[in-house]
T-cell receptor, first 113, second 112 residues
Framework: GAGVSQSPSNKVTEKGKDVELRCDPI?????LYWYRQSLGQGLEFLIY????????KSGLPSDRFSAERTGGSVSTLTIQRTQQEDSAVYLC???????????FGPGTRLTVT | DQQVKQNSPSLSVQEGRISILNCDYT??????FLWYKKYPAEGPTFLIS?????DKNEDGRFTVFLNKSAKHLSLHIVPSQPGDSAVYFC???????????FGKGTRLSVIA
């Protein structure tokens, strides 16, 4: 079956512009996660959606970051007024409810110039 | 405050030998541990996991060992193959469907 997909695969934007990153989780997976990996760093948790519950936003680094998940499926991560330190690979993952294994998409490489 | 630590950023092993990747954690509430493998330009892929009720889990060439008293786990790959060359991330969770906490990864190079 289809895995987690993300778009775009690469995004170059100018400092100060807004960007939207998209994630299509595996069908039937109720949990969806956003992470980012900066150069030389591990995977940093950003936000987590589980079913109809309020999202866990505890990992968002600033109020410039937001995410939504429409219809319990597709999710969009929005970064407003991008800064150079936002440059990273943004990874989306999904999992079945009550399952530990998360399945990752290929990521979106964001470069802020 | 790193709750999951992979202290070796890189490891080089000869083909056919054993690769041992280590991971330490500080949060005693963690009860499930996973290893992910990541190739360049791809997302991490799940490799193997272990629950805190076990001390060993084996899957083919991959074995994960858990030492709860030492808050330490390790991934053994034997025999190592060139295709195993990748970045390996250790991750931990204190319950299902909560964000995994990842280490910074160890880059494994298997030399033919």
């Amino acid at each position: 079956g289809a895995g987690v997909s993300q778009s775009p695969s690469n995004k170059v934007t100018e400092k100060g512009k807004d960007v939207e990153l998209r994630c299509d989780p595996i069908s039937g997976h109720t949990a969806l996660y956003w992470y980012r990996q900066s150069l030389g760093q591990g995977l940093e948790f950003l936000i987590y959606f589980q079913g109809n519950s309020a999202p866990d936003k505890s990992g968002l680094p600033s109020d410039r970051f937001s995410a939504e998940r429409t219809g319990g499926s597709v999710s969009t991560l929005t970064i407003q007024r991008t800064q150079q330190e936002d440059s990273a690979v943004y990874l989306c993952a999904s999992s079945l409810a009550a399952k530990y294994e998360q399945y990752f998409g290929p990521g979106t490489r964001l470069t802020v110039t | 405050d790193q709750q999951v630590k992979q202290n070796s950023p890189s490891l080089s092993v000869q083909e056919g030998r054993i690769s041992i990747l280590n991971c330490d954690y500080t949060n005693s509430m963690f009860d499930y541990f996973l290893w992910y493998k990541k190739y360049p330009a791809e997302g991490p892929t799940f490799l193997i996991s272990i629950s805190s009720i076990k001390d060993k889990n084996e899957d083919g060439r991959f074995t994960v060992f858990l030492n709860k008293s030492a808050k330490h786990l390790s991934l053994h790959i034997v025999p190592s193959q060139p295709g195993d060359s990748a970045v390996y991330f250790c991750a931990a969770s204190d319950s299902g469907n909560t964000p995994l906490v990842f280490g910074k990864g160890t880059r494994l190079s298997v030399i033919a």
